[in-house]
């Protein structure tokens, strides 16, 4: 079985630059998860999708950060205007299970770096 | 207070010892408790996965919960250089959709 794919695996950009990630779930999830991990923090939840609908996004910076989630299978998650403390690990998971008590696989990670 | 406190370490033991990491929580809703494993530049993968209290056990690895207490730990027997990763302790409530991590506890097993 094929994991949680990431892509770009990392970036480099300066600030006010935007940049966007792209994630393919394992197939047949239907819960999409983006984290942000800062160095020597946990992951820290910014949306979750339920196929193409937004389960949770109360911690996603909405005046900078989006995401969206094309047919229920893809996510792409955008940065529009960089600022450096958005330096991190931003890590895809998906769940066959929509509640947190659900499994969840990650991807390997993009690892951003803000100038 | 966070949610969710874990001693980030880092834990440094030799080859063979026995590894005992742990976290406290103050959200008495969390009755999921999983443990995530961590290498370096690479994403959690679940290593225990625990539902309200007790134990369990899985190979080298033993979980535990004391609900009571608020607090979780992992055990590692037998330990190897190859357990040297960044362990995150994961709650979760029941009704809930997010997971709330701890900072993870670096460990380095020396040969």
């Known amino acids: 079985e094929a994991g949680v794919a990431q892509s770009p695996r990392y970036k480099i950009i300066e600030k006010r630059q935007s940049v966007a990630f792209w994630c393919n779930p394992i197939s047949g999830h239907a819960t999409l998860y983006w984290y942000q991990q800062i160095l020597g923090q946990g992951p820290k939840l910014l949306i979750q999708f339920q196929n193409n609908g937004v389960v949770d996004d109360s911690q996603l910076p909405k005046d900078r950060f989006s995401a969206e989630r094309l047919k229920g299978v893809d996510s792409t998650l955008k940065i529009q205007p960089a600022k450096l403390e958005d330096s991190a690990v931003y890590l895809c998971?998906?769940?066959?299970?929509?509640?947190?008590?659900?499994?969840?696989?990650f991807g390997p990670g993009t690892r951003l770096t803000v100038t | 207070q966070k949610e969710v406190e874990q001693d980030p370490g880092p834990l440094s033991v030799p080859e063979g010892a026995i590894v005992s990491l742990n976290c406290t929580y103050s959200?008495?809703?969390?009755?999921?408790f999983m443990w995530y494993r961590q290498y370096s530049r690479k994403g959690p993968e679940l290593l225990m996965y625990t539902y309200s209290s007790g134990n369990k056990e899985d190979g080298r690895f033993t979980a535990q919960v004391d609900k009571s207490s608020k607090y979780i730990s992992l055990f590692i027997r037998d330990s190897q250089p190859s357990d040297s990763a960044t362990y995150l302790c994961a709650l979760g409530e029941n009704s809930g959709y997010a997971l709330n991590f701890g900072k993870g506890t670096s460990l380095l097993v020396t040969p």
């Open positions: 959200n008495s809703a969390f009755q999921y």
């Open positions: 998971a998906s769940s066959p299970e929509k509640r947190a008590h659900g499994e969840q696989y």
